[in-house]
Each structure stands twice: as C-alpha cells, then as structure tokens.
C-alpha cells in the first residue's frame, strides 16, 4: 500500500491546473518539473513495494517454557534500487523479545539480502508465532509512504518447562535399545564379539565360521539391552485439585509429565499417553512418539470433571506387556511441593509414588 500527504496532492493538482491555464514557459516548466519529479517519486515506490520481501529461515521452532532462542529472517531486495529508510517490525505476541530488536530502521542497496537476528523467550507453555512481518519505507524525496504487510511466520511450540526432575526406567524385556551390564536382557540380534569357548558354555552359541578357520572353538558374545514401555495417565480433572492453587498445580503435573516422557524419548524407549482432560487420545506406546506427545503437553489445557475410574486398572489390558504406567495427578503435586518446600531437591518417580506398576529387578 502507497500513501501519500494532502499536501502532495494538493500541490500535483495546482501544478496541472497552472500547466494548462498559464501559457508563460518558465511556469510550465516548473510545473512540468513537479508533476515529473512525483510521477518518479511514486514509480520508485511502485517498485519497492513489489521488490522486497521477507523470509523467516525458520519455520517451526520448538523450545521449553523460559529458554531463549533466535528468530532469523531475511529482509530481501530484489530490485536495483536502494530503500534509503525501512522500517520493519516483526510481530511477535505473547512472547519476550529481548531489547526489542524485533524492530528497528535500516537501508536496503540494491540486490542486497538483510540478515536480521533477535531473541525471544516464552513465558508459558503453548503454540505462538513471530509474524507477520511488517515494513514502511519510502522514496528518497518521502513524498510516498510504502507499507508492506508480510504473511511469512515462524511457528513457535513452547513446551512445558524443564524441571530437575529424575525418571527411573525399570529393565523390561531383552530387545531395546538401553545397554545395561545384565546377562539376562542379552540381545542376539546386536553381536558384540567372540571369546574362546570354555566348559558349561551352550553349543547353541558356538560360532562355526570362525571356529574352523581358527581351528579352535569360540563362542559368540551378544550386547545386554532391555526395553521398556512408558505409559503416561495426566489427570487434569479441575475438581481433582485444590480451587486456589488448580493453575499452578496443574502446570507442575505437565511438567512432571513431560519430564518423563522426554527421559524415556532420550532413552529410546517406546511412549504411550492418554489424559483426564480436553480432546485427547488415547496413544499406545510406541517409538518415535515422544515429540508428538511432548506437542500435546504444549497446547494441553484441564477440564471440569473428576477422575472417576482407576487409571491403572482401565489401560493396563491395552499396553503391551512390562509397561511402566506412571500416574501423575494432584497427589504427586502435593508431594512434590511439600518436599519443595521442606527444601529437599531430590525429585524422582519413587519418592513421587509416580509408578503405579513394576518391580526393580537390580
């Protein structure tokens, strides 16, 4: 959008009238003059407004509740003249932009591709987004005014804050990806190396190949790794909590939640979830889930209700079998503050009373 004064309206139409009923040649001169120097004026900014753009390099950025991270984007110019004055301001609500760099004026040369970096911080958990951008420049004379609204954004999931929080992952079944220095959970599918054979040791293992060429009987060894499903129960029902503290409480019950689920991601175990709360499934364990579970706890929000059933008892048939179902609601909140408050800094799933199932096996 081009906007111009009344003033430099005004001044077009005097000078057209004047062309056309004073036959003096000094004044159609510089009347011609005028018209021509803003005819060139708006021609420029017709240009720019079609010649500049801006692009967020990002488009998906993912960071916990109070860390910080840049937002980088490209102011470009693709024309072969220069922006004397552009102002730009990258909308970003609901977010913390650290010394407002989030807007600022600079000068476009020509062709020239500007690199503009700031640092935001969330607040709170939830979906946001840094745009859309928006520019004012304008021509060298400033007869016209240029503002350009650019609908390019960078999506921004803010995911429940980082806690010091310790998950304890109890041996499952042989077949994961957790090495642990137990015979028990010795996985044949990943070979580690071959021993000389010594008396007691099955035949079963032998390993034929190298046995013959060494003439000498040797043994295959295996890794030790163990899998573990991880099922998540949120209780989010409002009439569960305390009326007073309900926001914070279930603000810390998020936390602990995703606090194990990304422990068990790190691990590489496979996660199921399900909650108390609006519109959210019920998600089996699986692989590769944790960052989908983890965008749930982003935008998840409680309800008005009661947990009515015993969650252990509803999902335990639909989880395969060794699962470790934690349930997390107002008791382990209340747990977790009280140890808070007497200022003990251990915090795990077996002082939470969290693991509702399991038994350690070492």
């Known amino acids: 959008m081009i906007k111009t004064s009344p003033v430099t309206k005004t001044a077009l139409i005097l000078c057209i009238i004047f062309f056309l009923i004073i036959p003096v040649k000094i004044v159609q001169i510089i009347c011609l003059t005028f018209i021509f120097t803003i005819l060139f004026s708006y021609l420029y900014s017709k240009n720019l407004l079609k010649n500049i753009d801006v692009v967020h390099t990002i488009k998906s950025l993912k960071l916990a509740c109070n860390e910080n991270s840049d937002v980088i984007l490209f102011i470009k110019n693709y024309s072969f003249l220069p922006a004397f004055f552009c102002y ?41 987004s840094a745009g859309p951008f928006k520019l004012t420049l304008s021509d060298p004379l400033g007869l016209f005014q240029i503002k350009k609204k650019i609908e390019d954004r960078t999506i921004i999931t803010v995911r ?142 409680s309800t008005p209700g009661k947990v009515s059933y015993n969650p252990i008892l509803q999902f335990e048939k639909k989880l395969p079998s060794g699962t470790l179902i934690y349930e997390i609601g107002p008791e382990a909140v209340e747990s977790y503050f009280t140890k808070l408050t007497a200022g003990n800094e251990n915090f795990n799933t077996k002082n939470l009373r969290i693991l509702k199932n399991g038994k350690e096996l070492f």
Not at 100 to 107: R, V
Not at 170 to 193: A, C, R, V, W, Y
Not at 229 to 247: C, G, H, I, S, T
Not at 278 to 293: A, E, V
């Open 88 to 128: 730009y301001f990258d909308e970003a609500p609901f977010l913390r932009i650290y010394k407002d760099k989030n807007s600022d004026t600079c000068m476009l040369r020509p062709k020239e591709n500007l690199r503009l970096t700031y640092n935001v911080t969330a607040l709170e958990r939830g979906l946001f």
């Open 160 to 301: 429940p804050a980082r806690i010091n929080f310790q998950t304890f992952l109890q041996p499952g079944i042989p077949g994961g990806f957790e090495k642990i220095m137990n015979p028990i959970f010795e996985d044949i599918t990943l070979h580690k190396s071959i021993r000389p054979y010594k008396t007691g040791d099955s035949i079963r293992r032998i390993n034929w190949r190298a046995s013959a060429k060494c003439n000498e009987l040797y043994i295959n060894q295996y890794d030790f790794t163990y899998d573990v499903p991880v099922f998540v129960f949120l209780n989010l029902a409002e009439d569960d909590y305390p009326l007073k503290e309900m926001r914070w409480y279930s603000e810390k019950a998020i936390e602990i939640a995703a606090s194990i689920i990304l422990t068990a991601g790190l691990h590489k175990m496979r996660c199921g979830f399900a909650a108390y709360s609006q519109d959210f499934p019920f998600l089996k364990p699986k692989l590769n889930q944790t960052d989908f579970i983890l965008d749930l706890l982003s935008v998840i929000k």
